[in-house]
């Protein structure tokens, strides 16, 4: 059974940095596409960024520069490392695959 679940979300100022974590279990992410999507209130799910079994990442323009998708094979866990957040960054955060399953979510809430 595939399972993801995302942590290190939490309360950052502008300009900090947070790094999120996916862990997963019932697949290996070294041999799956592995993607990062945010919705913020009242807005639809955008994509964040992406990180491909071959290991190419790709970036929402709006991230890119400042945040950094990386995998630990060894753990079988993805990490979303931002840095200088910002205020439009606040949003709830999840990891999931191309085929549909997704974690719970974590909060990134940065304020001003």
């Known amino acids: 059974q595939v399972r993801l679940v995302e942590s290190g979300g939490g309360l950052v100022q502008a300009g900090g940095s947070l790094r999120l974590s996916c862990a997963a279990s019932?697949?290996?992410?070294?041999?799956?596409?592995i993607l990062w999507n945010r919705q913020a209130p009242g807005k639809q799910r955008e994509s964040v960024a992406i990180?491909?079994?071959?290991?190419?990442?790709t970036y929402a323009d709006s991230v890119k520069g400042r945040f950094t998708i990386v995998r630990d094979n060894a753990k079988n866990t993805v990490y979303l490392q931002m840095n200088s957040l910002k205020p439009e960054d606040t949003a709830v955060y999840y990891c999931?695959?191309?085929?549909?399953?997704w974690g719970q979510g974590t909060q990134v809430t940065v304020s001003s």
């Open positions: 999931g695959t191309p085929s549909g399953r």
């Open positions: 019932g697949i290996f992410i070294n041999w799956n596409t």
């Open positions: 990180i491909t079994s071959g290991g190419s990442t």
